[in-house]
């Protein structure tokens, strides 16, 4: 499984960005999606997650802002950003876990900068 993510950015606090996430390869038809986080000098954090169901779950810092969603048919994730804070800034990663399995995968990380 590949995995390959696009959308991060720089941004003023209180705009937006979509980050996407696309899959490919041995997918179940069962998964789940999701995005973390890693900020310099912090551990990687969940942020969003999202099952081929559509059931999603937030970190509570991200819950009213962010959205994540995806199409089944592209086998897509996205995450989209808005009232971004400074705090938001860190390097996002996909992930994607087989249901199932015992295996998960991760896209390359995309850098999302908010400044104040």
């Known amino acids: 499984v590949q995995l390959q993510a696009s959308g991060g950015g720089l941004v003023q606090a209180g705009g937006s960005l979509r980050l996407s996430c696309a899959a490919s390869?041995?997918?179940?038809?069962?998964?789940?999606m999701g995005w973390y986080r890693q900020a310099p000098g912090k551990q990687r954090e969940l942020v969003a997650t999202?099952?081929?169901?559509?059931?999603?779950n937030y970190v509570n810092s991200v819950k009213g802002r962010f959205i994540i969603s995806r199409d089944n048919i592209k086998n897509t994730v996205y995450l989209q950003m808005n009232s971004l804070k400074p705090e938001d800034t860190a390097v996002y990663y996909c992930?994607?876990?087989?249901?199932?399995?015992?295996?998960?995968?991760w896209g390359q990380g995309t850098q999302v900068t908010v400044s104040s």
């Open positions: 390869g041995s997918i179940f038809s069962i998964n789940i």
């Open positions: 999202i099952t081929s169901g559509g059931l999603t």
């Open positions: 992930k994607l876990v087989n249901v199932g399995s015992r295996s998960d995968y």
